[in-house]
């Protein structure tokens, strides 16, 4: 029971007519038993994962994703891993029993724990055109303001056009998000981060490195702002990285 996925039709599709939905578990009968999504349009298109949960006490990006799965869009498939190191999530700590899942991925090697592979192995099933990882930071990415850390920013893979994508993605974030607000001035304003080439053990570095696809590691700060505001921002970033990718959400 300990390594394989188990796949189940939800009765969701009734609820959305125009999309069906798979429920895919991960690590079945474990610890780290989590599931996955995987959520088909009528029309064909690119397929993205998402994931939230690499880091357990990063909650921004697990409420972002639980809420990424429950939007409606026309085309492409939309996979969505909610909660990717479950024990870390249920525990609200930033590693699981088995460490840090964000170091458990070697480019041009195997994952080094059986959840790290369950992972990988399922994002190279679903042979996407992206990955979103979403995460969150302390601190705000190449910022003075607050502590050190890398908020605010997303980080694309050498492969594919993530660079330009990211740019463009910041750039919409800022407008809608950042300049209209009254609380958050231009150092809260969204960035490009360093570029992700697989020269580190972390998920969206091997995407690049081992699926030369599109990837992206999101970062929003938590330095001075409510579990409220970081979960409304990743979901738009998360939002307009898949329009980018040809996915059109309606968000609920």
Do not use: C
């Not at 592979?117 to 995460?135: G, K, L, N, Y």
């Not at 599109?214 to 579990?227: K, P, Q």
């Amino acid at each position: 029971m300990g390594g394989g996925l188990v796949g189940t039709r939800s009765g969701r599709a009734a609820e959305s007519a125009a999309i069906a939905e798979e429920t895919r578990t991960l690590r079945s009968g474990t610890k780290y038993e989590t599931p996955a999504y995987v959520r088909d349009a009528p029309d064909d298109g690119e397929t993205v994962v998402v994931l939230g949960g690499v880091h357990g006490s990063e909650i921004a990006g697990v409420d972002a994703a639980h809420s990424v799965r429950e939007w409606t869009f026309d085309r492409g498939t939309l996979v969505v891993i909610p909660e990717a190191n479950a024990p870390a999530v249920r525990d609200e700590t930033y590693s699981g029993p088995d460490g840090d899942l964000n170091q458990q991925f070697p480019s041009g090697r195997s994952p080094t724990t059986p959840i790290a592979e369950a992972i990988w192995s399922f994002i190279t099933e679903m042979d996407p055109a992206a990955v979103i990882d979403m995460h969150s930071s302390m601190g705000i990415w190449g910022s003075s303001r607050g502590p050190s850390g890398f908020g605010q920013a997303i980080f694309p893979t050498e492969a594919g056009n993530a660079r330009t994508v990211a740019t463009r993605t910041n750039g919409s974030l800022n407008e809608r998000e950042i300049r209209p607000s009254s609380r958050y001035d231009g150092a809260y304003e969204f960035t490009r981060g360093n570029t992700l080439d697989g020269s580190q053990p972390r998920l969206i570095h091997k995407v690049s490195a081992d699926l030369g696809t599109a990837g992206y590691l999101t970062e929003v700060t938590r330095h001075d702002t409510a579990l409220e505001t970081r979960t409304e921002w990743s979901e738009a970033v998360a939002a307009t990285l898949l329009a980018h990718h040809g996915i059109d959400v309606e968000r609920e």
